[in-house]
């Protein structure tokens, strides 16, 4: 059984930085696309990053330059580094993965990743 578990949320002022985190475990497929979700009361789901099994990485543009995403294989993590947050980063993050690479290169509403976590609050005041 393929579990997703995040952590590294938080409450952070503008400007602020937090790293999240999301151990991947039971998951058998050797190629994926990992990445991170996010949505805000009243807004749809938005894709942030997202990291296949190459290493190659895309993002939105709302975050290009302030986030990275990476993963650790030997720790089985997927990690997204976010700098210089502004208010409206605020929302709940979810980790994502799927044995589809292409999920790394299509737009969010083409796409839907079988394996989900169970999200991290994210938090920015002004």
């Known amino acids: 059984q393929v579990q997703l578990v995040e952590s590294g949320g938080g409450s952070v002022q503008v400007g602020g930085s937090l790293r999240l985190s999301c151990v991947v475990s039971?998951?058998?497929?050797?190629?994926?696309?990992m990445g991170w979700f996010r949505q805000a009361p009243g807004k749809e789901r938005e894709g942030v990053a997202r990291?296949?099994?190459?290493?190659?990485?895309t993002y939105a543009d709302s975050v290009k330059g302030r986030f990275t995403i990476s993963k650790d294989n030997a720790k089985n993590t997927l990690y997204l580094q976010m700098n210089s947050l502004k208010p409206e980063d605020t929302a709940m993050y979810y980790c994502?993965?799927?044995?589809?690479?292409?999920?790394?290169?299509?737009?969010?509403?083409?796409?839907?990743?079988?394996?989900w976590g169970q999200g991290t609050q994210v938090t920015v005041s002004s």
């Open positions: 994502v993965v799927d044995p589809r690479i292409d999920h790394c290169y299509y737009r969010d509403y083409e796409v839907e990743f079988g394996y």
């Open positions: 990291i296949d099994s190459d290493g190659e990485t």
């Open positions: 039971g998951y058998m497929y050797s190629t994926y696309c």
